[in-house]
């Protein structure tokens, strides 16, 4: 491995960046913070950020002298290159049920929900976006509350936290900032409220990385 410190290009807001800060917190990984501002043609174009990302987004993580895009591609490398603790339960029922919960979050639920589409609905139509995103983590979470009904213990799949964990925190915090109404999902709060009383997780909350703005 190298000795070189990682270096993670992050935006305080992002889902992707924080699920990714989530598990580098729970890795015990030390890293340097590069602020991206995603609404800022000037940071996203930034040439050394360019270089190691072309689709100018974040999460971008620089580490073992490699450059790596996509957050779940992210976390496996560092499950892989990083043992313990594991984020991927060893029972391949389980090990799929994690990725079956992470990806309906990440493909199924948080496009459709994003931040640049609900801003651009709004410009084209007052208030659209916030409908459409509203409506999207409605039925994405009808499922959701389903999928832990069926497979969740203490956490998203069983007793042991995994990659399905690491992408709770953030499209709840998405969930809120639309009004979506979180009653009907006992499941979902339960494991929510647990997460939230992790360290590491409180670590890589939004409001206290170095770009949030600061009240």
Same mark, same amino acid.
């Given at each position: ?32 913070? &590069? ?25 971008? +993580? ?15 490398? +560092? ?12 029972? +391949? ?23 640049? +589409?609900?801003?651009?609905?709004n410009e084209k139509e007052p208030g659209y976006g ?59 709060? &339960? ?25």
């Amino acid at each position: 491995m190298s000795t070189t410190k990682p270096i993670l290009y992050s935006y305080w807001r992002s889902s992707c960046a924080w699920r990714v800060r989530i598990a580098l917190a729970l890795k015990g990984i030390e890293y340097e913070y &590069r602020p991206i501002d995603l609404f800022s043609k000037t940071s996203k174009n930034n040439p050394e950020f360019v270089a190691h990302n072309p689709a100018k987004k974040v999460p971008t +993580l620089l580490i073992n002298g490699l450059s790596l895009t996509e957050s779940l591609a992210i976390i496996e490398y +560092l499950d892989e290159a990083y043992p313990n603790p594991p984020l991927l339960p060893k029972e +391949l029922d389980k090990r799929a049920y994690a990725r079956a919960i992470s990806l309906h979050i990440v493909s199924g639920i948080q496009p459709l929900q994003a931040i640049s +589409l609900h801003k651009m609905l709004n410009e084209k139509e007052p208030g659209y976006g916030d409908f459409w995103c509203k409506h999207f983590v409605t039925r994405g979470f009808e499922a959701l509350e389903k999928l832990l009904i069926k497979h969740s213990g203490t956490f998203c799949v069983g007793e042991q936290l995994s990659i399905a964990d690491l992408n709770l925190p953030s499209i709840i915090f998405n969930a809120k900032i639309y009004k979506v109404d979180m009653t009907p999902y006992p499941t979902i709060n &339960r494991i929510a409220a647990t997460l939230a009383e992790i360290p590491q997780f409180q670590a890589a909350h939004p409001d206290v990385q170095p770009d949030a703005p600061k009240s």
